[in-house]
């Protein structure tokens, strides 16, 4: 791997752990939160921020491998669009105590994960596999948030 790679790698890291960083840091679940009706099957909190790390490793690697795919732009796009989808659901949530439209945007990250996944597929496989964990997990985090809507 070039020289460039390893360049563009710490900066989709920057962007994807360290925006998740920021973003976790600044959106914290809080009393409100703590106070909500929880879904079957909800995780302890900790487990949350090792979870997220990793998938946000796997994202930025991604990221990297489309970075300079020829032709069409639309997984480069695609990634970015889920980027900010990903960092939007937390201050919609925790800050904004929004359950329903945190749903909504969560839906609509499921549906972007998917779309970078068929995008990828033909053309760039790996990135098409970095992002399968993902898809599990936001499906996860969708049961968990329209749980949340449901019981609250």
């Known amino acids: 791997m070039t020289r460039g790679y390893w360049i563009a790698l710490l900066i989709f890291l920057a962007i994807s752990v360290g925006g998740g960083l920021l973003i976790g840091a600044t959106n914290i679940p809080g009393p409100w939160y703590a106070g909500l009706e929880k879904p079957a099957f909800t995780p ?54 929004q359950l329903l439209l945190g749903l909504l945007v969560i839906l609509a990250l499921l549906a972007t994960i998917a779309a970078f996944i068929r995008a990828t597929w033909h053309r760039q496989r790996l990135a ?3 992002f399968a964990p993902y898809a599990l997990w936001v499906t996860f985090a969708a049961y968990l948030n329209a749980g949340l809507v449901a019981l609250n």
């Open 128 to 130: 098409a596999w970095l």
């Open 44 to 97: 302890p909190n900790w487990l949350f921020a090792p979870a997220w790390t990793l998938l946000y490793i796997l994202i930025a690697v991604a990221g990297t491998h489309v970075l300079d795919l020829p032709g069409p732009r639309g997984p480069m796009m695609l990634w970015i669009l889920q980027m900010g989808l990903n960092f939007a659901w937390s201050p919609i949530v925790f800050t904004l105590n």
